[in-house]
């Protein structure tokens, strides 16, 4: 045992110097492993706080820095027609789709008629092959090559943006790829490309296109775990956010969108409530990683406001039409729920079963005339068309369970409960 030494220290509170050897000692040793733990994990240089395991994933570690970018659009505005916002729900797209579509001036346009260009430069770090003639326009199909790719650009890596369903790549884009490089193969790594650069063509069909946010995920996912198979989703950012005072009113004159926010909205979920998106139990989420191929929507469902007019709901069933039977399927439908009393916001466990009637829905103009889906109009609501299609109940049962059941073809006074075929959700 140390004695306790009879000497007074020079300067008060200091133990004796062995003890304060050993303490040096420890603290030394605590340092160095934490400083190797920091070694492991620090973000990289400039890093403000975003998902580096996300960015490695899109990006294969071929970004350098981070931080936003500042953007345009993916296609020259001059050959833009229309663009359709964030959140539209069609066929087996069941949850508010993560991309706009960029509408060219012709509908009809061959393939590669118009230019889809680099947003900002960076770099091309993936480039997915799309399959062939995927939304290429019948009168085309003749062409020797029906190819169409989806290439993901980091501007910074935790800043990407992506385009889906080119028709064609640039000659630039296509000099940078391997000596004999397979389409069918895709690619990955870095092609440097230059904000306002030809990168590829498109047709009369849409242009996909998303910027990804790494640094800013949405809040309105109760669970981000449902996403994994597409974990890009929860970091999808408002395009115009991102734009020049200038460039941001050049495309929001193109948007059809006009109530805020103008570039649209996927995350609709409140915890406990009916809104938003949820799956089927044992489903795997957003995409079963047991059933990648074909139908992962089938058990999707979502009940969130209309992509261009939000004062209606849409309810989009991922199983609304089934076929029994061994070799039984199921078909995607979307609809607009008639009157959606009570508010699907406020639907919670204490509601107890709700009952909404489904109609067709179509888009009026300020004129009153319906509007065609193929060029650009503003200030449109949504309205009811035609007969009832159907009924649906609905009841919470915990704060993310929940009891769903649609009965097509019915009203509501022809449904007065559950039956067999309901199915249980969660999220």
Not at 23 to 41: D, T
Request: proline share 6%; hydrophobic share 35%.
């Amino acid at each position: 045992m140390l004695k306790k030494s009879s000497r007074k220290p020079s300067q008060p509170g200091f133990a004796h110097p062995l003890l304060l050897l050993v303490f040096a000692v420890v603290i030394a040793a605590v340092g160095f492993a934490g400083w190797h733990v920091y070694q492991r994990n620090k973000p990289a240089a400039g890093n403000l706080g975003y998902n580096q395991a996300e960015s490695q994933e899109q990006t294969g570690g071929n970004c350098s820095g981070s931080g936003s970018a500042t953007i345009g659009a993916p296609m020259p505005l001059n050959q833009v027609s229309f663009v359709l916002p964030y959140g539209s729900v069609v066929g087996g797209h069941v949850t508010p789709i993560d991309h706009q579509y960029y509408n060219g001036l012709d509908v009809h346009a061959l393939r590669d008629t118009y230019d889809v260009i680099a947003p900002a430069s960076g770099a091309i770090v993936s480039i997915e092959h799309r399959g062939t003639k995927v939304n290429t326009p019948a009168h085309s199909v003749d062409l020797p090559s029906s190819d169409e790719y989806r290439l993901v650009m980091a501007h910074s890596c935790s800043f990407l943006t992506y385009v889906d369903l080119v028709t064609s790549l640039s000659s630039n884009v296509k000099s940078h790829l391997p000596t004999g490089w397979n389409p069918l193969k895709g690619f990955s790594g870095s092609i440097p490309i230059t904000k306002g650069e030809v990168i590829g063509h498109i047709g009369g069909q849409t242009l996909d296109f998303a910027v990804w946010d790494l640094s800013k995920p949405l809040k309105g996912f109760v669970s981000y775990a449902d996403y994994t198979a597409e974990s890009w989703k929860p970091y999808t950012a408002p395009p115009t956010n991102y734009m020049d005072a200038a460039t941001k009113a050049a495309v929001i004159a193109k948007y059809v969108r006009t109530v805020a926010p103008v570039d649209g909205k996927i995350d609709y979920d409140i915890d406990g409530k009916l809104i938003g998106n949820w799956f089927l139990v044992g489903s795997g989420g957003y995409h079963a990683q047991s059933n990648t191929a074909q139908d992962y929507w089938v058990g999707h469902l979502s009940i969130a406001p209309d992509s261009i007019d939000p004062s209606v709901y849409i309810a989009s069933i991922g199983n609304y039409y089934t076929y029994p039977g061994a070799s039984g399927g199921a078909d995607a439908a979307q609809f607009m729920i008639q009157t959606a009393t009570p508010d699907p916001v406020t639907v919670g466990q204490s509601s107890g079963l709700v009952k909404y009637q489904l109609v067709g829905k179509s888009y009026v103009l300020q004129d009153g005339q319906q509007w065609g889906n193929s060029s650009l109009a503003t200030g449109m609501k949504a309205v009811s068309q035609g007969p009832v299609q159907g009924t649906v109940l609905a009841q919470l049962t915990g704060n993310r369970t929940l009891k769903f059941e649609a009965f097509p073809g019915k009203t509501a006074a022809q449904v007065s409960g559950f039956d067999a075929n309901a199915k249980t959700y969660t999220r």
